[in-house]
C-alpha cells in the first residue's frame, strides 16, 4: 500500500465524499429500518473539521441532507453520538435539562497505547504485526462473552484506522441500555476467566517468541512481580540457566505446579501462568467510553488523518487473517477510481447513452468493497432479526 500524505487529505476528502463514501448503507444501519419515528432525526454527530475545528451537535432529516452536509463540510473525522430527546441541531432552543441522550449502541474501544507496559516491540501510536495479536485476542475475548454469556447478536467490529479497534453492539435492547447496566457489562467483561482458553491458543507465540518477555532479567523482574516470593530465587537460577523465554516459561510452569503439590495453595499452579498470561494478553478497555451514553465514538468508514486510513469494519469470520496494513488509505482508494475513471471515459465515448445509467457504485471498483461487504452482511442480520420481531409481534396480536 503507498505512503499517505497528508497534505493532500482536503482534497482527498472531496473525491472520498463525493464519490466513495457508502452513504445508502450508512442511512440504513442508523435508521434502524425507521422503526422508531425520528430515530435518525434525533441522533448526533460531530465533525472535527481542518485545523481541529470541532463541531458537535448535528443531526440530519435524511440519508440526502447528510450527503449534502458532509460533501460540504468534508470533515476530517466523524464522531456518531447518542439519540437524543430532541432534534441536536436544535438543542439550544429547548428547555434547559429536556434536552436528553436516550439511546445509544453499547460500544467499545481498545487502543494498543493501553498495553505499552506488556508489548516490547512498539510503544504509543506505533503498532506492527507481532503487537496486532493483541487487538485479535481482544476481539475474540470480547466477542465471545457478548455472544455467548450476553446472548448480544448484532457486533460490529471496527479498525480505528490507526492503532485499535472499536466495537459497536446494536441490538434494539443494548440501545436502551442504562449507563450503570453498561458500566456492569464492561465490569463483568474486565474479569471474564474464560477467556483464558482463547489466550492459550495465542501465548506462546504472541508473548515468548514475538514480544520476548522473559528475554533478560530486566523483562522477567517484571513477571516476578506476579509470583509469590518464596519461588523468586529457585526461578531466577533456573532463568539464568536457560536461553531463551520458551525455556524460562517451562521451568516457571514446572516450579509452579510443583509448589502447587507441595503447598496446597491457589496462588501455584495453573492460576499463577493464567495471572501472567492474562496480565499480559487480557483485553484492556476504556470504561467511560462503553458507560456513559452520550459519549461520542469514531463512526467506521472516517478516515483517519494521521494514516489516511479507512476506518474499516472487520470479518468476524476472519479475524486472525485480518491485518491493519493492509487497509486501503484514501489516496489509494482515489487514485484507483482516478485509474479507472479514465478507462470508463474512453468506454463510455464507446457506448449509447442508455448503457451509461447502468454505472456500478464508484466504490465497488475499488479496495474499499470487500469492506463494505462485511459492513452490509451485519446491515442483513439486523434486518432479518427486525422482521423476525415483527412477525412474532403479529402472531402473538393474532391470537390475542
Known amino acids: 500500500m503507498e505512503t499517505f500524505d497528508p497534505t493532500e487529505l482536503p482534497e482527498l476528502l472531496k473525491l472520498y465524499y463525493r464519490r466513495l463514501f457508502p452513504y445508502p448503507q450508512y442511512y440504513r444501519w442508523l435508521n434502524y429500518g425507521g422503526v422508531i419515528k425520528n430515530y435518525f432525526q434525533h441522533r448526533e454527530f460531530s465533525f472535527t473539521l481542518k485545523d481541529d475545528i470541532y463541531i458537535r451537535y448535528q443531526s440530519f432529516n435524511n440519508q440526502s441532507d447528510l450527503e449534502k452536509e458532509m460533501q460540504k463540510m468534508n470533515p476530517y473525522k466523524i464522531d456518531i453520538g447518542a439519540v437524543y430527546s430532541h432534534r441536536p441541531n436544535q438543542h439550544n432552543t429547548v428547555k434547559l435539562g429536556a434536552f436528553q441522550a436516550q439511546e445509544k449502541e453499547l460500544v467499545f474501544d481498545i487502543d494498543m497505547t493501553d498495553y505499552d507496559d506488556v508489548r516490547r516491540c512498539c510503544s504509543s501510536a506505533d ?34 484506522g490507526r492503532r485499535g479497534v472499536h466495537c459497536w453492539v446494536c441490538d434494539e435492547s443494548v440501545r436502551k441500555l442504562s449507563s450503570a447496566v453498561r458500566s456492569g457489562i464492561v465490569e463483568y467483561l474486565s474479569l471474564v476467566k474464560k477467556s483464558i482458553n482463547i489466550i492459550k491458543k495465542y501465548f506462546e507465540e ?39 523465554s520458551l525455556q524460562r516459561w517451562e ?68 479475524v486472525d487473517q485480518f491485518d491493519p496494513f493492509t487497509v486501503p488509505t484514501i489516496s489509494f482508494i482515489c487514485r484507483e477510481l482516478d485509474a479507472i475513471s479514465i478507462n470508463e471515459e474512453e468506454k463510455e465515448e464507446n457506448e449509447a447513452e442508455s448503457d451509461v445509467k447502468h454505472r456500478t457504485r464508484d466504490y465497488k471498483k475499488t479496495s474499499l468493497a470487500p469492506y463494505v461487504k462485511v459492513f452490509e452482511h451485519f446491515l442483513e442480520n439486523l434486518d432479518k432479526s427486525r422482521k423476525g420481531e415483527l412477525l412474532k409481534k403479529s402472531d402473538l396480536q393474532k391470537d390475542f
Open 206 to 244: 504472541y508473548a515468548l517468541v514475538n514480544q520476548d518477555i522473559l528475554k533478560n532479567k530486566e523483562s522477567w523482574d517484571k513477571i516476578l512481580a506476579l509470583v509469590p516470593e518464596i519461588i523468586h530465587d529457585e526461578l531466577q537460577q533456573g532463568f539464568q540457566k536457560s536461553h531463551n
Open 251 to 318: 521451568h516457571l510452569k514446572k516450579v509452579a505446579s510443583r509448589c502447587q503439590n507441595n503447598i496446597k495453595n491457589d496462588k501455584y499452579g495453573p492460576w499463577l501462568e493464567w495471572e501472567i498470561m492474562l496480565q499480559y494478553c487480557f483485553p484492556r478497555l476504556d470504561i467511560n467510553v462503553s458507560k456513559g451514553i452520550n459519549h461520542l465514538l469514531k463512526s467506521p468508514f472516517s478516515v483517519h488523518p494521521k494514516t489516511g486510513r479507512i476506518s474499516v469494519p472487520i470479518d468476524l469470520q476472519k
Open 127 to 160: 503498532i506492527c504485526p507481532k503487537c496486532w495479536t493483541l487487538m485479535t485476542m481482544a476481539i475474540r475475548i470480547i466477542d465471545r462473552a457478548l455472544k455467548e454469556d450476553f446472548g448480544f447478536k448484532h457486533r460490529l467490529w471496527v479498525y480505528s
